[in-house]
């Protein structure tokens, strides 16, 4: 059965940065194949995409990529084939970044989520 399993999160202080990761197992195929998001949501908040990625070849980085306006230019999503994981690299953090983080792949009818992990910032 697929598994998703996030990682990386953490307090840090306003300004700083932090690379969430998704590890994945129980694909029949590769993680390129899959359509790849991380959500987000703060206490008393709806659950908001932060990132995505679409399935098929990535020829460059940031390809297939699309991050919400407010958030572009500071985080960045990417998949990594060969260590069966997605990433969220975070910069320049604000303490309304202050979340839990969940992966979430989605494949035809399949659509899987990790545990999620904490996010602090802190001014």
């Known amino acids: 059965q697929v598994q998703l399993v996030e990682s990386g999160g953490g307090s840090v202080q306003a300004g700083g940065s932090l690379r969430l990761s998704c590890a994945v197992s129980?694909?029949?195929?590769?993680?390129?194949?899959?359509?790849w998001n991380w959500y987000r949501q703060a206490p008393g908040n709806a659950r908001e995409i932060v990132a995505t990625i679409a399935p098929g070849t990535r020829l460059a980085p940031g390809i297939g990529t699309n991050i919400p306006d407010s958030l572009k230019g500071r985080f960045t999503i990417s998949v990594d084939n060969a260590k069966k994981s997605v990433y969220l690299q975070m910069n320049s953090l604000k303490p309304e970044d202050t979340a839990v983080y969940y992966c979430?792949?989605?494949?035809?009818?399949?659509?899987?989520w990790g545990q999620g992990t904490q996010v602090t910032v802190s001014s």
């Open positions: 979430n792949g989605r494949y035809g009818l399949g659509d899987y």
């Open positions: 129980g694909v029949r195929f590769t993680l390129n194949d899959m359509n």
